[in-house]
C-alpha cells in the first residue's frame, strides 16, 4: 500500500509541475503528468474474469457488491468484469462494467460508472482510472494552495475582525459593503455581514478570506502635530 501511496504523491507533484509550467487546460495536465509519473505506478494487470450479475433489485445489489469486496481486498490493478443481460422485445441487451482495485481498499472511481457494450481492455480500463486519479491529483493541489492563499490573508492582517470591505461580490451577487464579524484561521474563511447599496437588509455567509478584495478601507492616519517651538 505504501507504493501506491508514493505514487499518489507522485501524482500530486507531477500536477503541481505542470501548473508550475503555466499549464492550465486538462489534456496539458494530463499529459504532462502522465510522462513523468506512470512509469512509477505499481498497477499490475490481474483479470478476474467476467463475472455474471443477475438483472435487478435485490440480487444485482448483492452480486456486485460480493465482486466488488474482492476486488477491494487485492493489489491494485486487480479487476473484474461485471456482466449484466435482460431480455427486451425477443432480443437479449448486454452491458458491462468494471470493478477495479486503486491499491488501497477501494474501487476506482474512474472506471467505476462506465457503461459499456463490449468487454473492455485492461489498457482503456487503466487509462480511464489514472485519468481521474490525475483529476483529483489536481484538484488537492489547488485546493491546498486556496487553503494556503485564504490562511496567508487572515494571518497577515488584512482579514480581521471588524475589517470593512467595499464593492464586494458572493456567488456573483453584488454588495456595497462587506463587514468580517469572525474569522476562522484554520479554514481560511471570514463570515461578513453584507450590505447591497440601496436596501436596509443586512445578510451574513461565509467567504474565502483571500477572496475579499480589495484591501479594506483604512483611515487616513492623523499628522503628527507640529512641534512646539523652542522658546
Same mark, same amino acid.
Given at each position: 500500500m505504501d ?33 513523468q ?5 505499481p498497477?499490475?494487470?490481474?483479470? =478476474? ?7 435487478? =433489485? ?8 460480493a ?16 456482466r449484466?443481460?435482460? *431480455? ?27 457503461? =459499456? ?43 480581521h =475582525? ?24 484554520d479554514?481560511g ?9 440601496g ?21 487616513? *492616519? ?10
Amino acid at each position: 500500500m505504501d507504493d501506491v501511496l508514493d505514487f499518489q504523491n507522485a501524482l500530486e507533484a507531477g500536477c503541481r509541475a505542470a501548473l508550475a509550467e503555466g499549464l492550465f487546460y486538462d489534456k496539458e495536465v494530463q499529459a504532462f503528468v502522465r510522462g513523468q509519473c506512470a512509469a512509477q505506478d505499481p498497477v499490475r494487470d490481474n483479470h =478476474l474474469g467476467i463475472r455474471e450479475i443477475p438483472y435487478g =433489485l435485490p440480487q444485482e445489489r448483492l452480486a456486485r457488491e460480493a465482486v466488488e469486496a474482492e476486488v477491494k481486498a487485492a493489489p491494485r490493478g486487480t479487476w473484474a468484469t461485471l456482466r449484466r443481460s435482460y *431480455e427486451r422485445d425477443g432480443r437479449e441487451h448486454v452491458f458491462y462494467n468494471v470493478a477495479f482495485s486503486d491499491g488501497l481498499g477501494e474501487i476506482a472511481v474512474g472506471s467505476k460508472h462506465d457503461n =459499456l457494450s463490449e468487454p473492455p481492455t485492461f489498457e482503456a480500463v487503466y487509462d480511464r482510472v489514472l485519468g481521474y486519479e490525475i483529476y483529483l491529483a489536481r484538484q488537492r493541489v489547488q485546493a491546498a494552495d486556496r487553503l494556503k492563499t485564504n490562511r496567508e490573508a487572515i494571518e497577515s492582517g488584512r482579514v480581521h =475582525l471588524g475589517a470593512v470591505f467595499k464593492d464586494v461580490k458572493v456567488n456573483s451577487i453584488a454588495f456595497s459593503k462587506a463587514e468580517v464579524v469572525s474569522v476562522d484561521p484554520d479554514k481560511g474563511e471570514a463570515r461578513v455581514r453584507l450590505t447591497k447599496r440601496g436596501s436596509r437588509k443586512r445578510m451574513e455567509a461565509n467567504v474565502p478570506a483571500a477572496g475579499l478584495s480589495p484591501a479594506p478601507k483604512v483611515a487616513p *492616519e492623523e499628522p503628527a502635530p507640529a512641534s512646539a517651538p523652542s522658546a
